[in-house]
T-cell receptor, first 115, second 114 residues
Framework: DARVTQTPRHKVTEMGQEVTMRCQPI?????VFWYRQTMMQGLELLAY????????DSGMPKDRFSAEMPDATLATLKIQPSEPRDSAVYFC?????????????FGEGSWLTVV | DAKTTQPNSMESNEEEPVHLPCNHS???????IHWYRQLPSQGPEYVIH???SNVNNRMASLAIAEDRKSSTLILHRATLRDAAVYYC???????????????FGKGTKLSVKP
């Protein structure tokens, strides 16, 4: 089965360090989403791309977070500098617009702990 | 974005049907109703979606009210593996438009008892 692949699966880092999370969307999908999940806030949409162009990143703290799609097979989410409050599970999801009410497929998440 | 309202939690017995309700009174004409579920320590997974008519697939059925202001996800025979958080989401996935995201609420935590 095709799946969204995220790396790293787990990351523990010190406050102030740069963190880069990577996502390989399902081949052929033209839309990529980044979500963050915490116990307090639940699932929050950080940003999403269509055809590699950012469509909406209003959910992302701009001062320290950045999201890019260098090519169609790779999406990155970078945090610099990281803070303890960034500790969360970060999910990447991908989908394809074709037909109607398209579904999106999630990766298994990158579990980030900032100490 | 239109909002949905779901009960925080529900319980079911194994092998019995489960009806998970969702209210979405401010739904727009272009909003699809999506259901996802999240098993412990996993990413959300697609369950089903619909627009106006009831829908069935191998996982579940989706019953949509005639005025579309509410819907019900039906698991015909709950198993222990169905214990998860179920999210009801409104979204429109339109190529070329600024819409197309799915905004998750808190969902319903379903517990299944043996």
């Amino acid at each position: 089965d095709a799946r969204v692949t995220q790396t790293p699966r787990h990351k523990v880092t010190e406050m102030g360090q740069e963190v880069t999370m990577r996502c390989q969307p399902i081949l052929g999908h033209n839309t990529v989403f980044w979500y963050r999940q915490t116990m307090m806030q639940g699932l929050e949409l950080l940003a999403y791309f269509r055809n590699r162009a950012p469509l909406d990143d209003s959910g992302m703290p701009k001062d320290r977070f950045s999201a890019e799609m260098p090519d169609a097979t790779l999406a990155t989410l970078k945090i610099q500098p990281s803070e303890p409050r960034d500790s969360a599970v970060y999910f990447c999801a991908s989908g394809f617009r074709g037909g109607s009410g398209n579904t999106i497929y999630f990766g298994e998440g990158s579990w980030l702990t900032v100490v | 974005d239109a909002k949905t309202t779901q009960p925080n939690s529900m319980e079911s017995n194994e092998e019995e049907p489960v009806h998970l309700p969702c209210n979405h009174s401010t739904i727009s004409g272009t909003d699809y109703i999506h259901w996802y579920r999240q098993l412990p320590s996993q990413g959300p997974e697609y369950v089903i979606h619909g627009l106006t008519s009831n829908v069935n697939n191998r996982m579940a059925s989706l019953a949509i009210a005639e005025d579309r202001k509410s819907s019900t996800l039906i698991l015909h025979r709950a198993t222990l593996r169905d214990a998860a958080v179920y999210y009801c989401i409104l979204g429109y996935f339109h190529y070329g438009g600024s819409q197309g995201n799915l905004i998750f609420g808190k969902g319903t935590k379903l517990s299944v008892k043996p």
